[in-house]
């Protein structure tokens, strides 16, 4: 479970009136570290296709500490915060750091799995679980405890 990060190239698109990168950005470089995760774990477009799952999200927060201006050498990474024993449910966290190291801004998600197909929750398959297990996990990383309805 190697720390794993992506370097952002700051588009001039991305920069809002106020001179720094607008709020919604985030979300969209978490994504983007997020998928570029999985890619490389073999969890493609395809493959998911191939699954009939895909990953949900239930809720995005955005917390911000420091200006990201165009011109700034940002990097996001992704750790695993929570998760369910067979990772139905989890939660995740991005840091957004500069190159000198200032930390810009934190993004958490929860999340879990939808059968495409059904399109309801699911239990996510072995592979899923697999790559899910190879995700850093945080130093206040917890297991989630499901209850039955």
């Given amino acids: 479970m190697q720390k794993f990060s992506t370097p952002i190239q700051i588009r001039w698109a991305d920069i809002d009136q106020n001179r720094h990168l607008r709020h919604s950005v985030y979300y969209d470089y978490g994504a983007?570290?997020?998928?570029?995760?999985?890619?490389?774990?073999?969890?493609?477009?395809?493959?998911?296709?191939?699954?009939?799952?895909?990953p949900i999200l239930f809720r995005e927060e955005a917390i911000f500490r420091r200006e990201i201006k165009f011109g700034d050498s940002v990097t996001v990474d992704?750790?695993?915060?929570?998760?369910?024993?067979d990772f139905s449910r989890w939660s995740m966290r991005h840091h957004f750091t500069k190159q000198d190291g200032t930390l810009s801004?934190?993004?958490?998600?929860?999340?879990?799995?939808?059968?495409?197909?059904?399109?309801?929750?699911?239990?996510?398959?072995?592979?899923?679980?697999?790559?899910f297990k190879d995700l850093p996990r945080s130093n206040d990383f917890s297991w989630i405890e499901l209850t039955k309805k």
Wanted: aromatic share 6%; proline share 3%; no cysteine.
């Fill in 78 to 85: 992704v750790e695993l915060v929570k998760a369910s024993a």
């Fill in 105 to 131: 801004a934190m993004v958490n998600i929860d999340g879990a799995w939808i059968n495409i197909i059904e399109r309801k929750l699911a239990t996510p398959t072995p592979f899923i679980q697999s790559v």
């Fill in 32 to 54: 983007m570290a997020r998928i570029e995760f999985l890619n490389n774990h073999g969890l493609t477009s395809e493959k998911f296709e191939e699954l009939h799952m895909g």
